[in-house]
């Protein structure tokens, strides 16, 4: 009996984290907050990533869903394993890994529909964003409506083992060397949009420690790459956001004024969960 009480309540606690977590994704505020890959803990036989949402690198941990996903996926040596998850898994990802190896985790949503309440919201998006020639260009006089759509990796691993992935996802951050590896005093990464390198384009690097935050612009160089100094002692999210005008078949399946893509990458060279 008490065993049946139990599994009824995990299940309760389930679906209580899934509806927050639904409910959370069509909110239209959501596009302002960055969607990242957070390494929870090691279990015996599996480790626990949480679909974090939040702002400034301080966010919440939802569980997963299916509706949302459009793909997820373990790639190593570029050999892709799918991972598949049920309605609800909280921590949302619980897969399987080998630590000794270089192992990256990529999360694609679906698309997700958005109308603004207001001009202002929009354009401080825009400008937060860096697409200035944005604000010339479209109609005031409309409240804009948007389909977004998140692109976000985690890279795990403990030790200096490393592979370097090829183009897998239409907008992403793709890493040119191990942060692990202590010899590598910066990070190199390359940032891709469709299979081909983005240049002069605006990184927002995200670092903390326990006691201290810091953001960071950076842009791309014209071959598309960029770097960082790591440190062991701070966790790092880098993200990258496009806005652009849908093509006309686009237009014909998402019905938006805009489209916005965000890649994001999280690496921890020594691990603790910022939500904690």
């Known amino acids: 009996m008490i065993a049946f009480k139990n ?5 309760c606690i389930i679906f209580f984290f899934l509806i927050i977590f639904l409910c959370f994704f069509q909110n239209k505020e959501v596009v302002a907050h960055e969607l990242w890959l957070e390494k929870n803990s090691n279990l015996e036989d599996k480790t626990l990533i949480d679909i974090m949402i939040g702002q400034n690198f301080k966010g919440t941990p ?35 890994l080998n630590n000794n190896y270089f192992n990256v985790i990529n999360y694609e949503s679906k698309y997700s529909f958005l109308k603004y309440d207001n001009i202002e919201t929009f354009e401080d998006f825009v400008k937060e964003q860096n697409f200035l020639d944005i604000l010339s260009s479209y ?30 996802l239409d ?80 237009n014909l399946k998402l019905k938006s004024d805009w489209v916005s893509h965000w890649a994001s990458l999280t690496f921890f060279p020594s691990h603790f969960p910022s939500h904690n």
């Open 171 to 250: 907008f992403e951050l793709i890493a040119l060397n191990s942060p692990f590896d202590k010899k590598n005093e910066f990070f190199e990464f390359k940032l891709m949009d469709k299979g081909k390198p983005l240049g002069n384009f605006q990184i927002t690097i995200f670092s903390k420690t326990r006691e201290n935050f810091t953001q960071e612009i950076i842009k791309t160089k014209p071959n598309g790459e960029g770097k960082i100094r790591v440190f062991d002692d701070r966790v790092y999210l880098l993200s990258a956001v496009k806005i652009f005008k849908p093509n006309f078949i686009q």
């Open 62 to 96: 939802f569980g997963f869903s299916n509706n949302e996903k459009e793909k997820l996926f373990l790639d190593n040596n570029n050999i892709i394993k799918d991972i598949e998850q049920r309605d609800g898994d909280f921590p949302a990802i619980q897969t399987k």
């Open 7 to 11: 599994i009824f309540l995990k299940k």
């Open 139 to 168: 109609n005031s006089s409309k409240l804009p409506t948007e389909n977004y759509k998140r692109f976000s990796k985690i890279l795990i691993s403990n030790s200096n083992d490393f592979f370097q992935q090829t183009s897998k």
